[in-house]
């Protein structure tokens, strides 16, 4: 079992809705989540990190954690053509980070 | 403020040679993180180097090494290079503690023959 499970889609959903992204995690006691973003042929970036559970909102982006459920989401809300991309989620745990193989977005206008 | 650099860009090795890679952190950073990105494996994490110390590795053959210098740059060495090390190798930097953000470097494309 991989630490960290993304679908890699791709997610299509058309300009202005939103967009939801999910990942789960194997290990229980882990203790920071992260989301980045990597445009193609560019490197990765960070969107937002979460580190207790509920929802962490910045702008049109939603972090939500679910220790219990060991499950952690990222909404784009109003979805945007310059959203189209492969976000990571990234989970650190005992000096380790873990991250999923991403899911692609398309944005479609 | 100049962002993380990486070289070279792009490395051509045969199979058996070693690579070595190298980062500069953003000024101010102490931390320096390697990762690998083959295709279709997403990224990998490879070493975390702290105020010159290994900080953890994960869980790759003892063949990928590295070192943080004083001024904090880091090296990463393949030895043995094996056909599947072919992968983009991304360097990140922080100031250090685990929930700091992390900003990537541009990467070295590292090709195996």
């Known amino acids: 079992q991989k630490e960290v499970e993304q679908n890699s889609g791709p997610l299509s959903v058309p300009e202005g809705a939103i967009a939801s992204l999910n990942c789960t995690y194997s290990d229980r006691v882990s203790q920071s989540f992260f989301w980045y973003r990597q445009y193609s042929g560019k490197s990765p970036e960070l969107i937002m990190s979460i580190y207790s559970n509920g929802d962490k909102e910045d702008g049109r982006f939603t972090a939500q954690l679910n220790k219990a459920s060991q499950y952690v989401s990222l909404l784009i809300r109003d979805s945007q053509p310059s959203d189209s991309a492969t976000y990571l989620c990234a989970v650190y745990n005992f000096n380790k980070f873990y991250f999923g193989s991403g899911t692609k977005l398309n944005v479609k206008p | 403020e100049a962002g993380v650099t990486q070289s070279p860009t792009h490395l051509i090795k045969t199979r058996g040679q070693q690579a070595t890679l190298r980062c500069s952190p953003i000024s101010g950073h102490t931390s320096v993180y390697w990762y690998q990105q083959a295709l279709g494996l997403g990224l990998q994490f490879l070493l975390w180097?702290?105020?010159?110390?290994?900080?953890n590795r994960g869980n790759f053959p003892p063949r990928f090494s590295g070192r943080q210098f004083p001024n904090y740059s880091s090296e990463l060495n393949v030895n043995a290079l094996e056909l599947e090390d072919s992968a983009l190798y991304l360097c990140a930097s922080s100031l250090g503690r685990a929930t700091d953000t992390q900003y990537f470097g541009p990467g070295t494309r590292l090709t195996v023959l």
């Open positions: 180097y702290d105020e010159g110390e290994e900080r």
